[in-house]
């Protein structure tokens, strides 16, 4: 994805960033950009919607995300909505793995510790040498729990949920069946509101979108989930945030207990009922 940098001039005074930098990104890199806040007005995040003046300095910059925790064996970063965890086809330099090649030099070997989505925000865990990835996953250390806005009204307050998942030819996403893998999602609804729950979510076997299959299974599509019947008209992602990760540091044994805030997006949708 092209970095640029834009200086204002006079006919272009009044002009929307969006509206300036349309001709240069795609609808969906514009997302991925803003999602990343690496759209910036005179040094500082801005939004699509700003209007600038001449003189101004329009820019574009993949910035890391937040570093949650780093050390000599991981480092932990708050991924933002809209960004791949790692290098895929059609994201070759906008993914965090390319990104931590640059921050600690191309002998960096990317060994992701579980993934996320790359419209799922959240906890992404990395590790900074094969001794400590072959632990963390062989150990199964991690521990995460996430928060959800799933559709409907739930009739328990906690649940779990057992199921068989798998993936059919010529569909997208993994469906529900009676036969596949076994998955086991444990959720705690936080908030019931009038047509939406806020959930706690743990899943105890790590099966692609199990969470999102899941729950649109049990008649809960996540909002904002177009792939799993989702609906759009609050959102444009799956409403799934990673918010917490625990586990015994695979060589000193210490406890790490790491947090992340709900993002803007889903915050504001809570809002909305407030």
Not at 11 to 28: A, F, M, P
Not at 44 to 69: F, K, N
Not at 122 to 134: K, Q
Not at 201 to 230: C, F, M, N, V, W
Request: glycine fraction near 6%.
């Amino acid at each position: 994805m092209r970095q640029i940098k834009i200086y204002i001039e006079k006919t272009q005074e009044g002009q929307r960033i969006k509206d300036l930098l349309k001709h240069i990104y795609s609808r969906r890199e514009l997302t991925r950009l803003h999602s990343a806040r690496s759209i910036l007005l005179n040094g500082e995040p801005a939004a699509l919607t700003a209007m600038v003046q001449a003189g101004d300095l329009l820019e574009t910059r993949m910035a890391l995300p937040p570093i949650l925790y780093e050390d000599e064996d991981l480092v932990i970063l708050d991924k933002p909505s809209g960004l791949s965890c790692h290098m895929e086809k059609e994201h070759q330099e906008d993914n965090l793995g390319t990104m931590l090649k640059e921050r600690y030099g191309p002998s960096f070997i990317i060994r992701t510790i579980g993934r996320l989505d790359r419209e799922v925000s959240g906890i992404m865990i990395y590790a900074r040498n094969a001794e400590t990835a072959r632990k963390m996953e062989t150990r199964h250390l991690v521990q995460k729990h996430y928060l959800a806005i799933a559709s409907g009204v739930f009739p328990k307050q906690e649940d779990t949920l057992f199921y068989t998942m798998e993936k059919k030819k010529g569909i997208r996403g993994n469906s529900v069946s009676e036969t596949g893998k076994p998955c086991i999602t444990h959720y705690q609804v936080l908030h019931q509101y009038p047509s939406y729950a806020l959930l706690r979510i743990e899943i105890r076997t790590g099966r692609t979108h199990q969470i999102r299959s899941g729950l649109a299974a049990a008649g809960h599509p996540l909002l904002g989930d177009k792939l799993y019947g989702g609906d759009q008209s609050l959102l444009k992602r799956p409403a799934l945030h990673c918010a917490e990760a625990e586990f015994r540091h695979p060589r000193t044994d210490v406890s790490i207990h790491i947090r992340s805030q709900l993002p803007e997006d889903l915050q504001n949708i809570l809002l909305r009922q407030k």
